[in-house]
C-alpha cells in the first residue's frame, strides 16, 4: 500500500516536472526562433553592409534625388504625401529614404542596414504572426525560415530601392498577427479593428501592392481560422494533421460566420484598396504600356509563363537576374498553351482536395491572388517578370509545401525526425544559395554582368551597363554596350546613353542623332531634350537648341536645363535672359555656389 502511494505521488511530481518543462518550452521556444531566424537573414544580408548603391532606380529613389538628400524635414514630408516617387505613390518609403539621409547622409551602408533589419523583422513577424492564426509552432517557424533566405529574397533586400518590399512586408505580417488576435477574440472587438484598419492604411503607403490583402484575410477565414460557416456535414473538414494544429492550444473554436458577413466585416479593407489602385493608376500613368505596345493577348501569355516560372525557381532558384526583358516578338503559343494547362490541373486537384487539405487550395489562391497586381496584366516597365514581385505572393506556397510535409511525414514511424532533417537541409542550401546571390549586387557592374550571363537578348541590363562604364570614363566599353542593346531593342534609354557617351568624346553630331531617336520612341523624354538642345548649340543650331530648352522644362523643371540655358543664353550675349535662367536655377539649388557667382559677375544678385 504503501509503495503505491509512493509510486503515485512519484508519477504526479513526474508529471508536475514534465508541465513545468513544457512551459518553460512554451516561453522559450518563441525567443529561440526569433534569434535563429534574426541569424540567418544576417548570414545571408549582413554583407550588403560593403555594397554600392547601383544605377537602377537608385538615383531617383535616394543619391540623385535633392528632395530625398536633403533629409526629413516638414517640408520633405509634406512632399512624399504630395507628390509621386519613383512613379509611385508611396509617401512611408520616401520618408524612410529621407530618414536614411538625414541620418548619415549618402553613405549607402545605413541604407543598406535599414532594409536588412526590416527584412529580419518581417521574417519574425510572420513566425509570430503564423503561429497565432495556427497554432503551429514548427510549421510557422519553418515557413518564417524558407521566407527569411530564400534567393528569390534578395533583390528585395539587398536593392536600396526596393525599400518598399521590406517595409511594405513589415506591416503584412503585422496586419496579419494584429488579423489573428482579433478574429480569436471572444467577442468582437472595435479597438482591434481599428488598429487593424490603421495598419493596413500603413502598409498602402510603403507599397500599393498590399490591396490583395483582405483576399488574403477571407483565405485565411476558410483555413486556418475556420470562421466560414459550411452549408452541410459533407463539407466539414476531415479529421488530419492540420485540424489538430489549426488553433492555438486552449482556445476554442471560432464563432462560424456566412460569407456575406464576412466580406461586410471587410468593406472598410476593400475602401483602402480600391482607394490605392486608383492613387497607382494616377502614378504610374506614364509608365503604363498602351495595347498598343503590348497586346492583351501578349500579357495573358506572359501571365501565364511568369506564374510557371515563379513556381520553377521557387523549387529550384538558379539563372536569377535582376531583370527579365520580354522576348522579341511574341511568346510561344506551345510553351503558352502548356503553361496554362498546368496552372489549370494544379487548381483542379487542390479544389477536389479543398476538403480534407484546405491548406492546398488557400496557399495556391493565395500565391495567385497576391501577384495579380504584379503579374503584367496592367504592364509597368519593361520586365516580363521580377524576383521582387515574389516577396509576399511566395509565402502561400510555402505554406502549402509545409503543412502538405506534415501530412505527408506523419504517416511514417520516424517522420518527425526525417522531416526535420531535410527541413534543416533545405534551409541551409537556400541560406547558402542566397548568400552568393547577394553578393553580386556588391556593385553595378557585377550586377549587370551578372544579368547578361543569365539571360538572353537583355537589352535593359547592356543599357545599365553601358551607363555605368560611362561613368567610370570606359566610353569605348560603354559605346560597345550600347549598341548591342540597340541591335535588340529600339530602348529609349539605350539611345540617350549612347548619345551621352558620344558628346563625351566630342562627337556632337552623332550625338544629336542619338538624342533625336531617343525622343522619337519616348517624346516626353526631358533629359533626352535637354541634352539635345546642348549637343544642338555645339553644332551651332542655336534656334533649334533654345526650342528645345524650353521642351525640356516644360517637361520638367530642373536645375540641369535652366543652368545650361543660362550658359546658352550667356553666350549669345542676352545677359539679362541668362541672369533669369539663372535664378531659377538658384531657386532649385539655393547654395549652389557656381550659379551665386554667375549672378554676381552679371551683377544680379538680389
Known amino acids: 500500500m504503501r509503495d503505491a502511494l509512493r509510486r503515485k505521488k512519484a508519477l504526479k511530481r513526474g508529471g508536475a516536472a514534465h508541465l513545468s518543462s513544457r512551459s518553460y518550452l ?30 537602377y532606380d537608385d538615383g531617383q529613389y535616394v543619391y540623385d534625388n535633392p528632395r ?27 520618408i524612410s529614404h529621407m530618414l536614411d539621409c538625414q541620418l548619415v547622409g549618402l553613405q549607402p551602408w545605413e541604407h543598406h542596414m535599414t532594409n536588412v533589419l526590416l527584412h529580419l523583422l518581417a521574417a519574425v513577424f510572420l513566425f509570430l504572426a503564423l503561429r497565432q492564426l495556427t497554432g503551429a509552432f514548427w510549421p510557422s517557424a519553418t515557413v518564417a525560415a524558407i521566407f527569411a533566405v530564400h534567393p528569390l529574397r534578395v533583390e528585395s533586400v539587398a536593392w536600396i530601392s526596393e525599400r518598399k518590399d521590406v517595409l511594405s512586408g513589415v506591416f503584412f505580417m503585422l496586419i496579419l498577427w494584429a488579423y489573428a488576435r482579433y478574429a480569436r477574440s471572444n467577442r468582437p472587438s472595435s479597438g482591434r479593428y481599428i488598429m487593424l484598419v490603421v495598419l493596413f492604411a500603413l502598409g498602402l503607403m510603403c507599397k500599393p501592392s498590399l490591396v490583395t490583402l483582405p483576399f488574403v484575410l477571407l483565405l485565411l477565414d476558410w483555413w486556418p481560422l475556420q470562421r466560414i460557416a459550411v452549408a452541410s456535414s459533407s463539407s466539414k473538414p476531415r479529421s488530419s494533421v492540420h485540424h489538430r494544429l489549426a488553433r492555438p492550444s486552449g482556445t476554442a473554436p471560432l464563432a462560424q460566420k456566412s460569407v456575406g458577413y464576412l466580406l461586410v466585416e471587410k468593406v472598410p479593407l476593400f475602401v483602402l484598396s480600391a482607394a490605392s489602385c486608383l492613387a497607382t493608376l494616377l502614378a504610374q500613368e506614364r509608365a503604363m504600356m498602351t495595347l498598343g505596345q503590348l497586346t492583351f493577348g501578349d500579357r495573358l501569355a506572359n501571365m501565364a509563363i511568369s506564374y510557371v516560372a515563379y513556381l520553377g525557381q521557387m523549387i529550384w532558384p538558379v539563372g536569377l537576374a535582376v531583370v527579365y526583358p ?24 487542390f479544389f477536389a482536395r479543398r476538403v480534407k487539405y484546405p491548406f492546398l487550395l488557400v496557399g495556391w489562391l493565395w500565391f495567385l491572388g497576391m501577384l495579380i497586381p504584379m503579374i503584367g496584366l496592367v504592364q509597368v516597365g519593361m520586365q516580363a517578370r521580377a524576383d521582387r514581385y515574389t516577396y509576399l505572393p511566395q509565402i502561400g506556397l510555402y505554406l502549402l509545401v509545409t503543412w502538405s510535409a506534415i501530412e505527408f511525414f506523419a504517416k511514417w514511424r520516424s517522420g518527425r525526425k526525417v522531416l526535420i532533417a531535410v527541413a534543416i537541409l533545405i534551409i541551409t542550401g537556400l541560406t547558402a544559395d542566397s548568400y552568393v546571390q547577394t553578393s553580386f549586387w556588391r556593385n553595378s557592374e557585377t550586377l549587370w554582368n551578372h544579368a547578361l550571363a543569365n539571360t538572353s537578348n537583355n ?54 542623332d542619338s538624342f533625336q531617336a531617343a525622343i522619337r520612341f519616348q517624346p516626353n523624354y526631358s533629359q533626352a531634350h535637354g541634352n539635345l538642345a546642348i549637343s544642338l548649340s555645339k553644332l551651332g543650331r542655336t534656334d533649334e537648341a533654345l526650342a528645345e530648352f524650353d521642351r525640356a522644362l516644360r517637361l520638367e523643371d530642373n536645375y540641369r536645363d535652366h543652368y545650361n540655358l543660362a550658359a546658352v543664353l550667356l553666350q549669345l550675349g ?33
Open 459 to 512: 537589352y535593359i541590363a547592356q543599357t545599365h551597363l553601358g551607363d555605368m562604364l560611362i561613368k567610370k570614363g570606359r566610353l569605348d566599353e560603354a559605346i560597345t554596350h550600347l549598341r548591342q542593346a540597340l541591335v535588340i531593342s529600339n530602348y529609349p534609354a539605350a539611345h540617350f546613353n549612347l548619345g551621352y557617351a558620344l558628346a563625351s568624346k566630342g562627337e556632337w553630331a552623332n550625338a544629336t
Open 26 to 55: 512554451e516561453r522559450i521556444g518563441p525567443i529561440v526562433v526569433c534569434f535563429l531566424l534574426a541569424a540567418i537573414v544576417l548570414i545571408v544580408f549582413s554583407q550588403t553592409l560593403q555594397h554600392e548603391f547601383v544605377n
Open 574 to 606: 542676352r545677359r539679362d535672359e541668362a541672369a533669369a535662367q539663372f535664378r531659377e536655377a538658384l531657386r532649385l539649388q539655393p547654395d549652389d555656389v557656381k550659379v551665386i557667382d554667375q549672378l554676381r559677375q552679371l551683377g544680379a544678385e538680389e
Open 326 to 349: 520580354y522576348p522579341k516578338g511574341s511568346w510561344n503559343m506551345v510553351e503558352t498553351s502548356l503553361a496554362f494547362l498546368l496552372l489549370m490541373i494544379i487548381f483542379a486537384v
Open 68 to 94: 530625398i538628400v536633403s533629409g526629413l524635414s516638414l517640408d520633405g514630408i509634406q512632399w512624399a504625401f504630395t507628390h509621386v516617387h519613383g512613379g509611385n505613390w508611396h509617401p512611408l518609403t520616401t
